[in-house]
């Protein structure tokens, strides 16, 4: 579903990624690790191009992105942000219809009814008719995720989904991501929730200073570690 070879970006003189290899399959769940800085969120906006990649390829479902092709591909990538990112001024129903309408071009109906039920399956439905404003900060990122589900997306990206959240409300957004890792969605997740790293990763991936340095199924990762680098990543943070 996301292969990438041989990745370059930089900002000017710095070099974020220095050539990554990656690959995702259809349906697998991959939880990027990694110290701040170590060039996580660059991976994955590179991915849906909200970066643009100065070497290497990037292929999702079978079509290049990036250097110029603006690709349809980008609308079959959903991403949640750490901020959440909602119009503040819409209610939550609009926020989540705004994108089929806007760009699959359904109609406000047929956008919302689809809103409804994906509001209903975060958990949030009865709060459709509020602003973001209104509602709690867990409950602000499950309109996030029913608003990149709403556009029907092949992969899901997460940048550090609960970062932003105060603790009691870590647990609600991590469970509804749960819920969506068995529905056979592609999902590339960076967070440091390591607990959800083990629970739902098919791999987990470590990056430090712009390189994938170690990746394995999770037992593997978190029990025995080759590089020191990782280890004493995880000493940190476990
Ligand atoms: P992470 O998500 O792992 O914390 P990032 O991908 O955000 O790391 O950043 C990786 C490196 O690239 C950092 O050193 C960061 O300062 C740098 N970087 C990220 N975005 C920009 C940018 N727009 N301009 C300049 N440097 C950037
Ligand atoms: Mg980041």
């Known amino acids: 579903m996301i292969e990438m070879k041989n990745v370059v970006k930089s900002f000017g003189l710095f070099t974020a990624l220095h050539g990554v290899d990656l690959q995702v399959r259809e349906g697998e769940i991959v939880v990027v690790i990694g110290p701040s800085g170590s060039g996580k969120s660059t991976l994955i906006r590179c991915i849906n191009q909200l970066e643009e990649h100065n070497g290497g390829e990037i292929i999702v479902d079978g079509a290049q992105v990036g250097h110029g092709r603006k690709s349809t591909v980008l609308t079959e990538v959903g991403m949640v942000f750490q901020s959440f990112n909602l119009f503040p001024h819409m209610t939550v129903l609009r926020n989540v219809a705004l994108g089929?309408?806007?760009?699959?071009?359904?109609?406000?109906?047929?956008?919302?009814?689809?809103?409804?039920?994906?509001?209903?399956?975060?958990?949030?439905?009865?709060?459709?008719?509020?602003?973001?404003?209104?509602?709690?900060?867990?409950?602000?990122?499950?309109?996030?995720?029913?608003?990149?589900?709403?556009?029907?997306?092949?992969?899901?990206?997460?940048?550090?989904?609960?970062?932003?959240?105060?603790?009691?409300?870590?647990?609600?957004?991590?469970?509804?991501?749960?819920?969506?890792?068995?529905?056979?969605?592609?999902?590339?997740?960076?967070?440091?929730?390591?607990?959800?790293?083990?629970?739902?990763?098919?791999?987990?991936?470590?990056?430090?200073?712009?390189?994938?340095?170690?990746?394995?199924?999770?037992?593997?990762?978190?029990?025995?570690?080759?590089?020191?680098?990782?280890?004493?990543?995880?000493?940190?943070?476990?």
């Open 100 to 238: 089929p309408v806007r760009v699959r071009g359904l109609s406000w109906a047929a956008a919302e009814e689809r809103a409804q039920r994906l509001l209903a399956r975060v958990g949030l439905e009865g709060h459709v008719g509020k602003y973001p404003a209104q509602l709690s900060g867990g409950q602000q990122q499950r309109v996030g995720i029913a608003r990149a589900l709403a556009m029907e997306p092949k992969v899901l990206l997460f940048d550090e989904p609960t970062s932003a959240l105060d603790p009691e409300m870590v647990g609600e957004v991590l469970d509804v991501m749960q819920q969506l890792a068995k529905t056979g969605v592609t999902m590339v997740v960076v967070t440091h929730e390591m607990g959800f790293a083990r629970r739902v990763a098919d791999r987990v991936v470590f990056m430090d200073g712009g390189r994938i340095i170690e990746e394995g199924p999770p037992d593997e990762i978190f029990s025995s570690p080759r590089d020191p680098r990782l280890g004493s990543f995880l000493q940190a943070v476990l």
